[in-house]
């Protein structure tokens, strides 16, 4: 089994258009949706869900009053100003590290279990799709991006796919670095602006960090051929192979507005992405 991750420096750069074509174009593979923070493909694969469950964040705290002396170590000890003076904890602050539970001499603090979003599988016109919502306000995306990516190889082995495509959240922080243990190929979406090579930089970084190989796409490159040289040039200084150039094409507009993966509307971008996922299967075949 192979695993594709997607990913970009910054959001809007097109990963998304990217990844619900290549669901169309991709055959007996797992579509997984690590964007976990604003995910959007199920806009554009339109699933039909399978079955859902509760994602756990870190557990909160709880004091139990009945046991509790009030001698307030646990309010002085807690780094976050997470309980109240009432000796109430406050959720939304709470992180979970449970040094309220070890420092209380009377055992009144409880750890418990705090549901912080779904997890979902699902089914669409092409194929299985694993996808999460995570709650408002909540952290963990790190977390929840591991669990929907150990939800997707599992399906992925049952179902005998040979392939993983995952969306990733844009950016280098935790739920990129989830995104990355273990994949075979990393590609990066940018697009010709100073601060997408930029980006495209750190991602590069990130990607050689951990040691994964990445291949890179250069979107709507025809806006800027200036900048798109550079971001070739910086490929080849890296070793790193441009699977894809992208032209400006306002189907992608269209396609979004329709909600549907845009190379099933054929033209010029649908054309150079199956020319994209081409060049990303040959590359996946040698390795
Ligand atoms: S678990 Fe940590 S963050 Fe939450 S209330 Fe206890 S000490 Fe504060
Ligand atoms: S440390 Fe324990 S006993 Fe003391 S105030 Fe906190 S919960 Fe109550």
Known sequence: ??????LSGKGGTGKTTISG????????????????????????????TRSSFPFYGMPKARINREKCLECYLCVFRCAFEAIEPGLVVNESRCEGCAVCYHTCPCKAVEMVEHVAGRLHISDTAYGPLVHARLGAGEDNSGKLVTAVRREARR??????????????????????????????????????????????????????HFGCHAVACINKCDLEPAITQEIERLCR???????????????????????????????????????????????????
Do not use: F
């Open 1 to 6: 089994m192979r695993e594709i991750v997607i």
């Open 21 to 48: 074509s290549l669901a169309v174009l991709a055959s007996n593979k797992v579509m997984a949706d690590c964007d976990v923070d604003a995910a959007n493909l199920h806009l554009l694969l339109k699933p039909v």
């Open 155 to 208: 399906l992925a082995e049952e179902e005998k796919k040979e392939l993983i495509i995952t969306d990733g959240p844009p950016g280098i922080g935790c739920p990129a670095i989830s995104c990355l243990a273990g994949v075979d190929l990393v590609l990066v979406v940018t697009e010709p602006t100073l601060a997408a090579k930029h980006d495209l930089e750190r991602v590069l970084d990130l990607a050689d």
């Open 237 to 287: 200084q890296r070793s790193v192979p441009v699977v894809g150039e992208l032209p400006y094409d306002e189907k992608a507009m269209e396609a979004t507005k329709k909600g549907q993966p845009v190379v099933e509307l054929g033209g010029p971008l649908a054309g150079q992405i199956t020319a994209l996922w081409r060049e990303v299967k040959k590359i996946l075949g040698k390795r």
